[in-house]
């Protein structure tokens, strides 16, 4: 079932961490792979970590068939040295 959904949402850089229905959608709890976390949105490079995952976001994918498909996941928050505070870049 992960290469399935890994093929048909196009998750080339994303671990399936689960896969749950709700009402009429799916929901994929995804993460990126180790060495895309905790990545700094402005320049990439990475990061430590700030403090724990923040509430957990969702981005609509395409939809599977009849049915909404969402991807799920709680960035970090990461501390740069040049740019301070600030979420981590989800790719």
């Known amino acids: 079932m992960n290469k399935i959904l890994r093929f048909a949402l196009a998750l080339t850089d994303a671990v399936i961490k689960s896969i749950r229905i709700e009402d009429d959608s799916i929901v994929v709890g995804v993460r990126p792979y180790r060495l895309k976390q905790r990545r700094r949105p402005t320049c990439g490079r990475a990061c ?14 395409l939809d599977l068939g009849a049915s909404k498909c969402y991807l799920e996941y709680a960035p970090a928050r990461v ?11 989800v790719p």
Request: charged residues 45%; positive net charge; aromatic residues 8%.
């Open 48 to 61: 430590e970590a700030y403090d724990g995952r923040g509430k957990s976001r969702r981005w609509r994918a």
């Open 79 to 89: 501390r740069c040295p040049e740019h301070g505070v600030r979420v981590e870049s």
